[in-house]
């Protein structure tokens, strides 16, 4: 049960791994802590894929604990965060490589997005995904409405970031 469990998990989270590779490219600086932070979500959904009902689609279920992972994290920026050496894990992943260099208008919206606020990040990261606000609020634990508000709120920040 575990072999399929595990088998399982390493299947979904290669399938989904850009979503990681998203998050930690908007919450981290340099490449070596996005490993870190990819290493640290890895484990955090590893740790509650058991409890994965299969209620919501399995990528709106990773981006909740990526997200939660990401924001608790950085939050707690002034201590030193522990994390889980990956070598303790019973499976390896097979990594692709994440290109940082594609496109410089990419470059400029991720600088803007990093001045947001850490809820603000997680809003505009779900928009640009193309999720639909019921997905966003469902992810974020907020209402639908309150998503729709926040957004066009951060678009606001945004356009004066982008255009001051």
Not at 25 to 37: A, G, I, M, P, V
Not at 120 to 143: H, M, P, Q, R, W
Request: with cysteine.
């Amino acid at each position: 049960m575990i072999k399929q469990q595990e088998h399982q998990f390493v299947e979904l989270l290669e399938t989904h791994q850009n979503i990681v590779h998203k998050i930690c490219r908007l919450y981290t600086y340099d490449e070596s802590s996005h490993k870190d932070l990819f290493q640290e979500i890895t484990v955090q959904l590893w740790k509650a894929f058991p409890k994965f009902r299969g209620d919501a689609k399995f990528s709106t279920w990773m981006y909740r604990v990526a997200l939660n992972t990401a924001i608790t994290l950085y939050r707690k920026r002034k201590r030193r965060v522990t994390t889980t050496d990956i070598d303790q894990v019973n499976f390896k992943i097979a990594s692709e490589v994440y290109d940082d260099t594609v496109e410089e208008n990419l470059k400029l919206m991720y600088s803007a997005i990093k001045e947001l606020n850490d809820i603000d990040k997680a809003l505009v990261f779900l928009y640009l995904e193309d999720k639909n606000y019921k997905e966003i609020s469902e992810t974020l634990g907020i209402t639908e409405v309150n998503a729709r508000v926040k957004m066009n709120r951060v678009k606001t920040k945004l356009k004066r970031i982008l255009n001051p």
